[in-house]
């Protein structure tokens, strides 16, 4: 299947369309694409320092890097599959596959590491390079961590654990357990009564979940169970419903305050989030 595989790179097709489109615009309006007059000086310094097609290098690999990994059967299949580095945690109802050499931040590490050799990368600028990854990495992955966790509690919450060490889903009834102990089912029961004007409602919850945690990815992990649920219950086409929180969340975490603050430590101007967020 050619087309499978193409789906895991949605996000690297939109982000290509979207640039063709605002090439085309500003081809239109007779704008330049780089518009030089901005540059200050110290823009100028570092253009003398480093090529824009070297400085491309770490994108470049990331890319090529996807596309193996994805469109090559046998490398996904090695990676995704052979390779899952399966962990159990606990009492944890279930197996969790890492996929460690599959997840794109491995492959952003490899694709930095393939690059290191095109860039200046002394001693000085490794210390320069590991002392702001201390000062800008822990807010962004303790956001992310506790959003990941209250999805958790949401999803296994109501579980019960029998005398034979096996979790027992509330939401399935053959078990005999009320599954209004279950937070996920209690929220879809309740809304379901909202019926057809439900799916409507779906990426507004995207979008509160994308703007409060910055994260696409946190949202659909917080909500998709929920709209599969209600969705069910409702007789709506869960797939389109919790695309549409995905959306959302996409959309609101690119102006979230999670995301804003992530961009001024990279640029080293800690401080200015609430201007931006203020006045954009």
């Not at 990994?69 to 399966?86: G, R, S």
């Not at 305050?257 to 101007?269: F, G, M, R, W």
């Amino acid at each position: 299947n050619v087309i499978f595989p193409l789906t895991t790179l949605t996000n690297v097709f939109a982000g290509a369309a979207v640039l063709l489109v605002l090439f085309l615009f500003n081809k239109v309006r007779n704008k330049p694409i780089i518009d030089r007059s901005t540059l200050d000086e110290k823009d100028l310094e570092i253009e003398a320092g480093i090529s824009l097609s070297r400085a491309s290098i770490p994108w470049v690999a990331l890319v090529i890097l996807s596309l193996a990994t994805n469109m090559i059967p046998q490398v996904f299949q090695f990676l995704f599959h052979d390779l899952a580095f399966p962990i159990t945690i606990g009492a944890y109802p279930g197996v969790l596959n890492t996929r460690v050499l599959w997840q794109a931040y491995t492959l952003m590490l490899i694709a930095t590491i393939v690059s290191m050799p095109f860039f200046k990368t002394d001693r000085d600028v490794l210390k320069r390079t590991f002392t702001g990854f201390k000062k800008r990495a822990p807010r962004p992955v303790l956001a992310a961590a506790i959003f990941f966790a209250m999805a958790e509690v949401m999803n296994f919450s109501g579980w019960v654990l029998d005398g034979t060490g096996t979790w027992l889903n509330p939401t399935n009834l053959a078990n005999g357990i009320d599954p209004t102990n279950n937070m996920i089912f209690l929220l879809a029961g309740m809304t379901a009564g909202l019926g057809i004007l439900y799916p409507i409602l779906a990426p507004f919850l995207g979008l509160l979940a994308g703007f409060i945690s910055g994260s696409e990815t946190s949202a659909i992990a917080m909500f998709t169970k929920y709209h599969v649920e209600t969705s069910t219950m409702i007789g709506a086409n869960s797939l389109v419903v919790s695309a549409s929180n995905g959306i959302g969340g996409g959309l609101a975490s690119v102006l979230s305050p999670a995301k804003i603050q992530n961009a001024a430590a990279v640029i080293d101007e800690i401080g200015i989030e609430g201007q931006v967020i203020r006045y954009g």
